[in-house]
């Protein structure tokens, strides 16, 4: 059976045990039941464990047969099972899905990573060739940073628990000024390699790092990339959507494996909605199977979801929430997060989170994990990935729009904006309001400053559907979300699972044609059709999206008090990148009522918490 491991660490090139523990220590909330290391000469390598499966065996590190190889894993391997019953000449000692990952890399070298379906990151140390691994899975779901120079390398699956190495180092923990500007003037951030941290990076998806132990020279490939493959589409719409199907069901099939109790996070959108009526059919044993004795344990009698929900707010989805949960005959669990419990827990958040936030909607997440841990959930299932991959926002309509102009199809567009003309007039409402002056805004740029100006305009592609969502995918908007749902579920020792991004089910959708995305004014139309036996009528045709967000605009008027503590502290007036005055004179016309900019107040505000916690201190 597989083993989660919910934390990995370890670096090359020094001898010191006690700092290897204390880079474990740093992990303690995502692995609270076990820690262990290996040492050899200058390497060190280490894990954090959270038991979900096989909770009283697969302990790390794991060896090949002769030990030359030595695998420290954070993840599973959904279809471990099926590589291992190819690996006959291999000698097994457990039954995990570790071993697997050695004895497959062993036969197939890394270009075989691209056949582990799953979510992982992992540190495998080949004594053969003298040479350590670092890998992480094809979409990113689980993370891994690292830092090199050129003597030293050290890995973790959270920045923090790298911090120790630098200072034992001396080496001055600095901010990476060109992440801080983009975040600040463009919101992107968690883009790229780069981390707010300078020399600190990110393992790109889909890659592995290979670090020769002799020279210490890295090199990063890699072993797997999204590219349309038009022979995994069948020739009728009816087809494709019965392939969605079967693979959404295999998918939550596998990853509803768990020995320790399971819940799904809901927010009553039409993504998360699906993965909950889905999981409710397979509990009832209509599609994909649980046995009979695992039911009990793993998920109960009834399967527990978790939602966040705000009272009278413009965003509050209690009532779609509610549409579900009668449908499924759940066991619900509602938080309110509140504006006051948000002060004292966003140190707290931040520091967990490792960099900055560009909106208030993850401290949503963290209020709704805090609940599940408190009901003894070990493992969550949620919607994340669903709307970059199906085109679930808004602004996808229009790049679609673009795309059928682009090729002169102007009798699909005419039916697209016929069936459209909804979202249509919802965007040009906000164009007017902001035109005229409704909806308050400013230079963003005269808050801070910076000698190079950022451009604030988006590099994205905007006639081309497929690929827009697939930068989004893997640059502008699913990385982040990622760091955000990883970090916020392991801070409370829960596995957080994403069944719309198993890679196979997104190298399909992928490869399908736009129109399989968006058609007769419907995105996400081939999940809708898929789908539509298992969801209630009001979820299956909902047009508009909320998400994980918050009243936030109202809580930061609301929340004057504090944020003048901060604008007026003495560390806030001495950084370089604010216009400290205008910044707060734009503060108090926002309190005000004379311009509606949350968002940029609260990148600055992250941006100053989190400065004091990692960098002043």
Same mark, same amino acid.
């Given at each position: 059976?597989?083993?989660?491991?919910?934390?990995?660490?370890?670096?090359?090139?020094?001898?010191? /045990?006690?700092?290897?523990?204390?880079?474990?220590?740093?992990?303690?909330?995502?692995?609270?039941?076990?820690?262990?290391?290996?040492?050899?000469?200058?390497?060190?390598?280490?894990?954090?464990?959270?038991?979900?499966?096989?909770?009283?065996?697969?302990?790390?590190?794991?060896?090949?047969?002769? &030990?030359?190889?030595?695998?420290?894993?954070? !993840?599973?391997?959904?279809?471990?099972?099926?590589?291992? *019953?190819?690996?006959?000449?291999?000698?097994?000692?457990?039954?995990?899905?570790?071993?697997?990952?050695?004895?497959?890399?062993?036969?197939?070298?890394?270009?075989?990573?691209?056949?582990?379906?799953?979510?992982?990151?992992?540190?495998?140390?080949?004594?053969?060739?003298?040479?350590?691994?670092?890998?992480?899975?094809?979409?990113?779901?689980?993370?891994?940073?690292?830092?090199?120079?050129?003597?030293?390398?050290?890995?973790?699956?959270?920045? &923090?628990?790298?911090?120790?190495?630098?200072?034992?180092?001396?080496?001055?923990?600095?901010?990476?000024?060109?992440?801080?500007?983009?975040?600040?003037?463009?919101?992107?951030?968690?883009?790229?390699?780069?981390?707010?941290?300078?020399?600190?990076?990110?393992?790109?998806?889909?890659?592995?790092?290979?670090?020769?132990?002799?020279?210490?020279?890295?090199?990063?490939?890699?072993?797997?990339?999204?590219?349309?493959?038009?022979?995994?589409?069948?020739?009728?719409?009816?087809?494709?959507?019965?392939?969605?199907?079967?693979?959404?069901?295999?998918?939550?099939?596998?990853?509803?494996?768990?020995?320790?109790?399971?819940?799904?996070?809901?927010?009553?959108?039409?993504?998360? *909605?699906?993965?909950?009526?889905?999981?409710?059919?397979?509990?009832?044993?209509?599609?994909?199977?649980?046995?009979?004795?695992?039911?009990?344990?793993?998920?109960?009698?009834?399967?527990?979801?978790?939602?966040?929900?705000?009272?009278?707010?413009?965003?509050?989805?209690?009532?779609?929430?509610?549409?579900?949960?009668?449908?499924?005959?759940?066991?619900?669990?509602?938080?309110?997060?509140? /504006?006051?419990?948000?002060?004292?827990?966003?140190?707290?958040?931040?520091?967990?989170?490792?960099?900055?936030?560009?909106?208030?909607?993850?401290?949503?997440?963290?209020?709704?994990?805090?609940?599940?841990?408190?009901?003894?959930?070990?493992?969550?299932?949620?919607?994340? !990935?669903?709307?970059?991959?199906?085109?679930?926002?808004?602004?996808?309509?229009?790049?679609?729009?673009?795309?059928?102009?682009?090729?002169?199809?102007?009798?699909?567009?005419?039916?697209?904006?016929?069936?459209?003309?909804?979202?249509?007039?919802?965007?040009? /409402?906000?164009?007017?309001?902001?035109?005229?002056?409704?909806?308050?805004?400013?230079?963003?740029?005269?808050?801070?400053?910076?000698?190079?100006?950022?451009?604030?305009?988006?590099?994205?592609?905007?006639?081309?559907?497929?690929?827009?969502?697939?930068?989004?995918?893997?640059?502008?908007?699913?990385?982040?979300?990622?760091?955000?749902?990883?970090?916020?579920?392991?801070?409370?020792?829960?596995?957080?699972?994403?069944?719309?991004?198993?890679?196979?089910?997104?190298?399909?959708?992928?490869?399908?044609?736009?129109?399989?995305?968006?058609?007769?004014?419907?995105?996400?139309?081939?999940?809708?059709?898929?789908?539509?036996?298992?969801?209630?009528?009001?979820?299956?045709?909902?047009?508009? &999206?909320?998400?994980?967000?918050?009243?936030?605009?109202?809580?930061? /008027?609301?929340?004057?008090?504090?944020?003048?503590?901060?604008?007026? *502290?003495?560390?806030?007036?001495?950084?370089?990148?604010?216009?400290?005055?205008?910044? &707060?004179?734009?503060?108090?016309?926002?309190?005000? !009522?004379?311009?509606?900019?949350?968002?940029?107040?609260?990148?600055?505000?992250?941006?100053?918490?989190?400065?004091?916690?990692?960098?002043?201190?």
């Amino acid at each position: 059976m597989p083993i989660r491991v919910c934390g990995i660490y370890g670096f090359v090139g020094l001898k010191n /045990r006690n700092l290897l523990q204390k880079m474990g220590q740093t992990l303690a909330h995502r692995g609270p039941d076990a820690q262990n290391e290996y040492i050899e000469d200058r390497i060190g390598l280490g894990y954090r464990r959270l038991a979900i499966i096989d909770t009283k065996g697969s302990f790390q590190p794991l060896f090949n047969e002769d &030990k030359t190889i030595v695998l420290f894993y954070n !993840g599973e391997i959904y279809n471990y099972k099926d590589l291992r *019953s190819k690996l006959t000449k291999h000698l097994f000692k457990t039954d995990g899905d570790g071993e697997t990952i050695i004895h497959w890399y062993e036969d197939h070298g890394p270009e075989g990573f691209k056949n582990l379906n799953g979510i992982f990151a992992f540190a495998l140390l080949d004594k053969k060739k003298q040479q350590l691994l670092l890998v992480r899975d094809h979409l990113g779901i689980k993370p891994l940073y690292y830092f090199s120079n050129g003597n030293i390398l050290a890995y973790a699956s959270e920045i &923090k628990a790298i911090l120790p190495v630098l200072r034992s180092l001396k080496v001055k923990i600095s901010s990476n000024n060109q992440t801080i500007q983009k975040y600040l003037l463009t919101r992107r951030h968690d883009d790229g390699e780069n981390t707010f941290f300078q020399g600190i990076k990110r393992l790109p998806q889909g890659s592995f790092l290979e670090l020769n132990l002799k020279s210490m020279e890295i090199e990063i490939e890699p072993y797997w990339a999204l590219k349309p493959d038009h022979s995994l589409i069948a020739k009728t719409d009816e087809e494709n959507i019965a392939k969605f199907r079967r693979l959404f069901v295999s998918i939550i099939r596998h990853q509803l494996m768990s020995e320790v109790p399971l819940g799904t996070a809901l927010s009553g959108g039409l993504d998360s *909605s699906a993965v909950v009526m889905a999981v409710n059919r397979a509990i009832e044993g209509n599609i994909g199977s649980i046995k009979d004795e695992d039911r009990q344990t793993v998920i109960g009698e009834r399967q527990k979801t978790f939602s966040a929900r705000f009272p009278n707010a413009a965003n509050d989805e209690t009532k779609y929430i509610d549409i579900v949960t009668r449908a499924s005959s759940v066991d619900s669990h509602l938080v309110r997060p509140q /504006r006051q419990e948000m002060w004292p827990d966003l140190q707290t958040v931040i520091y967990h989170q490792d960099e900055p936030m560009i909106s208030s909607g993850p401290y949503a997440q963290w209020k709704v994990m805090e609940l599940a841990h408190k009901n003894g959930i070990r493992v969550m299932l949620d919607g994340q !990935g669903a709307d970059e991959m199906l085109a679930g926002y808004d602004a996808y309509f229009f790049v679609y729009f673009r795309e059928l102009l682009a090729k002169r199809d102007y009798g699909t567009l005419f039916q697209e904006v016929v069936n459209s003309l909804d979202i249509l007039w919802k965007y040009l /409402r906000e164009k007017i309001a902001f035109l005229i002056g409704i909806k308050k805004s400013f230079a963003i740029k005269k808050l801070f400053n910076f000698e190079t100006k950022e451009s604030n305009k988006s590099n994205s592609t905007n006639n081309n559907l497929n690929k827009r969502l697939q930068e989004d995918l893997f640059e502008t908007s699913l990385p982040s979300l990622l760091r955000y749902e990883d970090h916020n579920s392991m801070a409370h020792s829960i596995e957080a699972r994403v069944p719309f991004l198993d890679h196979r089910l997104v190298e399909f959708v992928a490869s399908l044609p736009s129109h399989y995305k968006i058609r007769n004014g419907w995105n996400k139309w081939i999940m809708r059709q898929a789908l539509k036996d298992l969801l209630p009528e009001k979820i299956l045709k909902r047009r508009w &999206k909320v998400g994980f967000t918050t009243p936030e605009i109202a809580w930061l /008027r609301d929340s004057a008090t504090e944020v003048r503590k901060i604008f007026n *502290s003495e560390s806030f007036n001495s950084r370089p990148y604010f216009n400290t005055s205008v910044i &707060k004179a734009k503060f108090e016309e926002f309190v005000a !009522g004379k311009n509606d900019e949350s968002m940029v107040f609260w990148r600055i505000i992250n941006l100053e918490l989190w400065l004091r916690i990692f960098i002043d201190k």
